[in-house]
């Protein structure tokens, strides 16, 4: 809709103060992550000397390489396996007819209201028992089922033409077949902007990991960072500021990658970081 | 070979398999035992029995004041968020919906914040504020002011956590309006601007009208998102405190549970927790379901 030209100027202006309000802050902490040590303290927001001693230091001072590759492969396993349940689920679902699907998929849809955070108390026990504290098996296992991208992708899945099915099973494929050779490459972008959005719920997670680590062994970078923070706070501005520009690196460059459909599809997840 | 649609009921158990022994193992039995330890008295030591105590942890909880404090606490942070997370949102949207292609690079910037995690916003939050050298500080000295410590101040511990989660959600809610201005018939404005209407009349009299059942979504899947996520700051930067006066339920719980090890009071808790999430989240699957139908 075309405004006239007041409401234009105050819509400019409402938009700009707002932007400045999200960008001024970022700004001022990756121009801390430049600074050396002794310009940490100055009012001056940007570094005189740049330097990347901040990172050194932060992979010296702390196991963040460590933390890193915890929170890398984690993720990456993690995401992996709530794609491959969820697409099996959706296909499952939407394939065929059959008694007791309904109440399956109720069951699904029903994990949707029971948040993590009233489950966690008995999980917590169950890792215990299990010997599974503190390993990167707490950290996967727990989290796989995914209810909302099976509620998506199941959607994409009823949009499918069912001859499609048919015609990939009259040339001698399978329905397991069907569903790789045929039915995951055509979901191409919607899987990719949840393959996006999952990434990001994974790797910015801190209350699950907070919970089952307790050592370097498991922990991840986003309750390594917050551990930095306690322990060092004004002795290590520089390092931390380094630290969460690095943290936030990854989650940033997919999403740019893949900016509007990973914006679409973050809308219809109720995943809010 | 079997026709689409029919097949022995097996092979689709099989696929759905995985998922219903995850969430069978991982989210209802869980949810059940949960249920369980709320009537026990236990300190989270396995070699340690429970106790069957009744109704006795849900009075103590009740009676608590740490509870009374994460109640209260959780009001402000949903009520006192409203004007700027739900309602700063809409005028924004509406001007990034109105430049078209103009308003893209707006929508990128403020939805940044949202693919930021929350400890990220907290570490860089606390050392802007920090009375010790932070950046605030800096800057306020350059005019001569000092920096008070509000992390530390009970009266404004809780601002800050709340300015906090607004600035990182305001954007994914401005795109939740954003979505909702796109379903919006664009003949309906022409017709009015036909009959001579300008945009003051057409924001209040067609645009604000159609955005409401967007405004309720937004409203409650907010509510959701300050229940759940707002642990986060809290535990990074107050861990509840100064008193109590930044704790929430859900952090109570956290309290209970893992920092002084009653189980029993953290299930109790955890229920009444759900119970409240339950009531918004019924409220927030009947709106998606017309927010859905909206779209088509």
């Not at chain 1, 959005?197 to 680590?213: A, Q």
């Not at chain 2, 606390?126 to 605030?136: E, F, N, R």
């Not at chain 2, 401005?174 to 924001?203: C, F, K, P, T």
């Not at chain 2, 998606?288 to 909206?294: A, G």
């Amino acid at each position: 809709m075309e405004l006239t030209r007041p409401w234009k100027v105050i819509g400019h202006a409402l938009l700009t103060l707002a932007s400045l309000a999200v960008l001024v802050p970022m700004a001022l902490v990756v121009l801390a992550a430049f600074k050396p040590h002794n310009e940490i303290f100055s009012s001056v927001p940007w570094p005189q000397n740049p330097t990347w001693g901040n990172f050194v230091a932060l992979f010296r001072d702390m196991p963040f390489g460590q933390y890193l590759w915890n929170t890398a492969g984690t993720t990456v396993l993690r995401v992996g396996g709530q794609i491959v349940i969820a697409i099996l689920t959706a296909y499952g679902f939407a394939r065929w007819q059959f008694r007791g699907r309904d109440v399956a998929f109720a069951l699904v849809l029903g994990a949707m209201m029971i948040p993590h955070q009233l489950t966690m108390i008995p999980i917590y026990i169950m890792m215990g028992n299990l010997g599974w504290f503190d390993s990167w098996t707490a950290l996967i296992v727990p989290n796989l089922a995914m209810p909302f991208a099976v509620f998506l992708l199941r959607q994409h899945f009823l949009a499918f033409p069912p001859e499609l099915y048919d015609a990939a099973e009259m040339d001698g494929a399978g329905h397991w077949r069907a569903l790789w050779l045929v039915v995951v490459p055509n979901l191409g972008p919607a899987l990719s902007a949840l393959v996006v959005v999952l990434f990001i719920d994974c790797w910015n997670e801190y209350f699950w990991p907070l919970l089952v680590t307790d050592s370097d062994h498991a922990r991840t970078l986003q309750v390594g960072i917050r551990q930095y923070l306690q322990e060092e706070m004004a002795d290590a501005y520089g390092p931390l500021m380094a630290g969460v520009t690095l943290v936030s690196l990854p989650a940033l460059a997919v999403f740019f990658a893949f900016q509007r459909r990973v914006m679409d599809t973050f809308v219809s997840s109720g995943l809010k970081g | 070979m079997t026709p689409s649609g029919r097949a022995r009921p097996s092979i689709a158990w099989a696929y759905l398999a995985p998922i219903l022994v995850l969430m069978a193992v991982f989210t209802y039995w869980p949810f059940i035992h949960t249920l369980y330890l709320s009537f026990v008295s236990w300190n989270l030591n396995p070699g340690q029995p429970t106790k069957w105590v009744g109704l006795a942890n849900y009075e103590g909880v009740a009676g608590s004041p740490l509870f009374a404090a994460a109640a209260r606490n959780t009001l402000i942070y949903i009520a006192a968020g409203i004007p700027l997370k739900v309602l700063l949102p809409i005028p924004l949207a509406v001007a990034v919906w109105s430049f078209g292609a103009g308003g893209h690079v707006y929508r990128t910037i403020l939805f940044l914040p949202t693919l930021l995690s929350f400890v990220v916003v907290a570490v860089a939050w606390s050392w802007l504020l920090s009375p010790l050298g932070g950046y605030m500080q800096q800057f306020l000295g350059l005019f001569g002011l000092g920096m008070p410590n509000l992390l530390a101040d009970p009266d404004w511990a809780i601002w800050v956590v709340l300015g906090l989660s607004s600035w990182k959600i305001l954007g994914f809610n401005m795109l939740l309006y954003l979505a909702g201005l796109a379903s919006i018939n664009r003949h309906y404005i022409e017709a009015m601007r036909l009959d001579g209407a300008g945009d003051w009349a057409v924001l209040r009299h067609l645009i604000w009208p159609l955005l409401t059942p967007t405004t309720f979504f937004v409203l409650v899947s907010t509510v959701v998102f300050t229940i759940q996520q707002v642990f986060t700051p809290i535990d990074v930067m107050t861990q509840g405190g100064p008193s109590n006066a930044t704790t929430n339920l859900f952090y109570m719980v956290y309290q209970y549970t893992f920092l002084t090890f009653n189980v029993g009071y953290g299930a109790a808790g955890t229920v009444l927790l759900f119970v409240l999430l339950l009531f918004v989240t019924l409220v927030k699957v009947g709106l998606l379901d017309r927010h859905v139908q909206y779209k088509q």
